[in-house]
């Protein structure tokens, strides 16, 4: 990857703009962490990098900059720019070109997204990133209240920070996010869940829930932040909270709904184990506190896990009664697959076929 990273900044360069990877990805480069979330700002406008590279897949000539696809790698690449207005704290709708790297990481909102990778994979650091770095806190890149003022999705962001990399909150920006938080009620319940979810999905959640605990922010966010329990899929935290202003996917909704069912039911009860996923069932039994292996275990000794397995069909079943009534067939399905279940027939096509009679 930092091979085709030096590529591309080299290519730039080679057509004489300054061109820097800046922003999570050297953050994680500096922990030793893996980051496929590529940036780079340069000194190149996008008629200069149309020019530079053909592999063009988007452009947002509002942001001045270009999404390339470069050897399997997608990269954005913006141009030198400083914000000079915002609308409403929720996101910048005028920026103006700029002839430096500084003047460009000027905007940037904390220190820590601050570094800066040459094509000689040198790191810059202008704002003392790495000083923040060493030391695990997340801090406003100037004062948090104006930072936080022009933008408000940077409270979730500075949230989101602190937890997934396991960092502190500085303290002025803890009492600019008291002093502020009112303004995450005109931020779009879509925003909030992108980070939120991120948040969520964090190995470290619990300390991330804690701290949207500790700022209080139920009212702005709509939601009930009650303690709750933590598990290995973030739609098991959206389950427990109450979440209706929040839209999902249709996948997304799906599982929500039936982790809510399955808290309520019995989770060793065969039938319900045979019903569902066993995914979802993993997140059932945590947010009931059961332990999995139970659970498992239990689901393991059904004797069937799926209706491919009954050893009668629905055609059989026709050719036996002599009957096409859909309903009816799918009713005696239904009940040879339940006492199946419940070890109460024996599952062979002979065995099925004779109880079928004697119901006849």
Known sequence: MLKVIKEVLTKIENKG???????????????????????ICTRAKITDLKDIFPQIVSINKEYGSVVIEYKKLKIQITTFRKDIAYH????????????????????????INTLCLDKDLNI??????????NHKIVRTLGNPDT?????????????????????????K??????????????????RQKNELDKIFASAHVKYGLNL?????????????????????????IWAQLDCNQYEFTSEEAKT??????????????????YKHDLKWLKIA?????????????????????SSKEIKISFTDIEDILKVNDKRQIKQIYNDIEQKILYNKLNNNYLTLKNYILKKK
């Not at 703009?17 to 940036?39: E, H, K, M, P, T």
């Not at 409403?88 to 909102?109: C, F, G, P, S, W």
């Not at 810059?124 to 770095?133: G, K, P, T, V, W």
């Open 147 to 171: 930072r936080l003022k022009e933008d408000s999705l940077r409270i979730l962001r500075a949230i989101r920070l602190a937890t997934v990399l396991n960092f502190s909150l500085d303290s």
């Open 124 to 133: 810059i650091d202008m704002f003392n990133a790495r000083e923040d770095l």
């Open 285 to 305: 039994s945590e947010i009931r506190n059961m332990a999995w292996s139970k659970v498992l275990t239990q689901y393991q000794s059904l004797p069937i896990k």
């Open 212 to 236: 949207l605990q500790e700022f209080k922010l139920d009212k702005e966010l709509k939601l009930n932040l009650k303690p709750v329990v933590v598990t290995s899929n973030y739609l098991g």
């Open 17 to 39: 703009f300054q061109a820097y990877v800046v922003g999570g990805f050297v953050r994680d480069y500096y922990l030793g962490q893996i980051s496929n979330d590529i940036d």
């Open 88 to 111: 409403r704290q929720l996101k910048q709708i005028k920026a103006e070109y700029v002839l430096t790297l500084a003047e460009d990481l000027k905007r940037r909102d904390f220190t």
């Open 173 to 190: 920006l803890k009492q600019a996010i008291k002093d502020n938080k009112e303004l995450l009620s005109s931020l779009s319940f879509y």
């Open 256 to 273: 929500i709904m039936i982790i809510n069912k399955l808290i309520r039911l019995d989770l060793t009860d065969p039938y319900v184990l």
